[in-house]
């Protein structure tokens, strides 16, 4: 039965094949149901495979796109080094910094560096009445530090280190304490501990106070910084009243109302106590105990122009009038050192210093002296043992400049000193020289020379000055290159 129908079946097909209905292109290409479905299956697979390409794309992208992110915001905070905020770095004010965005942390380096040239000229100094003539070069100072504030603007900081100029030998002894022999000693560029104090400000008010290492608050031109000064150095009479660059270890209250009037005072170690321990005289210290104060008043001006000698940039009139005082013990022995000093600077160029300084000692020191030359502060000669003595020196300095770049200036000087084992009491001191500013104080070269015409019975290396003990005329001449940043 089932064969009959299929060959019914087929008969049936070929009757139509060979009809003309064969023609007809619709009834012949008819799809099949399964062609239809197999042809959607396609179209769905393609499409799930577009799917699936742009799915994998979308991920690779987000994943390359987290991990820049990632390392972007891990090299901001390494280039943060403190995760405390946003830092920022440059130069402001004619320093470079870096700091906090919101101020409480600052941080602003600096060196500064002298390369002075001298001649002294001793007349009739060596035997038979030859003049002594001394030259060469000098790396006067090299200095560098840094300052600013820490977590606060209220507390600040100053850190300043010099390296040593001084070289020599040292003696090798046996265990008899016999010298059998020398070795070199150079402490030539070694640093050397200059400043390091640290200084609160009271409730943001008018007083603050301040310990470690600081300048003693004494003398102006002994006070201002040595990259501010108008000559080569600071004057013969700072250097020998009042300890020259004059750092000290102590504690001090400080009154700044930023107004007409600023004073500091406090107790220190004693003048000429730096980088010393806490051990009293004669353990390696000169003095037990010491306390210093200095008052300011300012007439006119502004106090930024005060930080220097000279007129340097100054766009107001300045005038300001300044008190100081020290004493130092040890013992029964006392040494006061009292100053009175006046600056004026005016926007024309005009510079005016004066100071007039005095010392008196119970039981005396002995006179500032860096070579045995002169009286030691710790070995007086016999003549002025255990007795008073009082000594004094006065100043004029002044200055004029040119356009913020030629000065030409003089300085006046003449001290009574006592205690000298030779020489004269009396001494006088011309100076006369020159600045050419190239950038202000940040590089300048300065030529001067100082006449004596009596000598000078000590020693004083940080002006060039040698001992003339005789009396006889002394001539010291520089030329220094100032290079501060």
């Not at 990632?70 to 870096?98: C, P």
């Not at 005289?281 to 000169?286: E, F, G, V």
């Not at 002995?366 to 004094?392: C, F, K, M, R």
Request: hydrophobic share 40%.
């Amino acid at each position: 039965m089932k064969v009959k129908r299929c060959l019914a079946t087929t008969a049936l097909m070929l009757a139509i094949a060979g009809s003309g209905y064969a023609q007809d292109p619709v009834t012949v290409a008819a799809p099949s149901a399964m062609q239809v479905q197999s042809g959607e299956i396609s179209l769905l697979r393609a499409r799930l495979d577009q799917l699936e390409a742009e799915q994998r794309a979308a991920a690779t992208k987000a994943v390359v796109t987290r991990t820049t992110q990632q390392v972007t915001d891990d090299a901001v905070r390494h280039s943060q080094m403190l995760e405390v905020g946003s830092f920022s770095a440059g130069h402001k004010n004619g320093r470079f910094y870096l700091g906090s965005e919101d101020g409480n942390f600052n941080l602003r380096p600096w060196f500064h560096l002298q390369v002075r040239d001298v001649t002294v000229q001793r007349q009739n100094f060596k035997p038979g009445g030859d003049d002594d003539i001394q030259n060469g070069f000098e790396i006067r100072r090299m200095r560098f530090g840094f300052d600013g504030n820490a977590f606060t603007p209220d507390l600040t900081y100053m850190f300043n280190w010099a390296t040593v100029r001084a070289s020599g030998t040292a003696n090798v002894n046996n265990a008899a304490g016999t010298r059998i022999g020398t070795v070199s000693n150079s402490l030539g560029g070694a640093p050397l501990l200059e400043e390091a104090w640290v200084k609160y400000r009271i409730n943001g008010g008018d007083f603050y106070i301040r310990g470690g290492q600081i300048k003693d608050p004494l003398l102006h031109d002994q006070i201002v910084s040595s990259r501010y000064q108008q000559s080569t150095e600071r004057s013969l009479i700072a250097d020998i009243f009042a300890n020259g660059d004059g750092f000290t270890e102590g504690a001090t209250v400080i009154y700044d109302p930023k107004s007409w009037v600023r004073a500091e005072g406090g107790v220190t170690h004693g003048i000429r106590s730096a980088n010393t321990n806490f051990l009293d005289y004669p353990n390696t210290n000169a003095f037990n105990f010491g306390g210093a104060a200095r008052a300011e008043f300012k007439v006119m001006g502004d106090w930024k122009d005060y930080s220097q000698i000279g007129a340097v940039g100054v766009k107001d009139t300045l005038l300001v009038f300044g008190v100081g005082g020290d004493y130092s013990e040890r013992g029964h022995a006392g040494q006061t050192v009292g100053v009175v000093d006046v600056h004026y600077a005016d926007r024309s160029g005009l510079s005016v210093y004066g100071a007039f300084v005095d010392r008196y000692t119970n039981h005396n020191f002995g006179i500032y002296a860096a070579s045995a030359a002169g009286a030691s502060i710790t070995a007086p000669p016999a003549n002025v043992l255990n007795t008073a003595t009082n000594e004094y020196g006065a100043l004029i300095q002044v200055g004029y400049n040119f356009n913020q770049h030629l000065e030409p200036f003089g300085r006046f000087e003449y001290m009574k000193l006592q205690g000298n084992p030779v020489g004269r009491n009396y001494i006088p001191a011309v100076t006369a020289g020159v600045n050419y500013y190239f950038f202000g104080h940040g590089a300048k070269l300065t030529a001067q020379a100082t006449y004596l015409p009596h000598g000078i019975p000590i020693d004083d290396t940080a002006n060039d000055v040698l001992a003339m003990p005789s009396g006889r005329s002394e001539i010291t001449a520089s030329v220094q290159f100032q290079l501060s940043i």
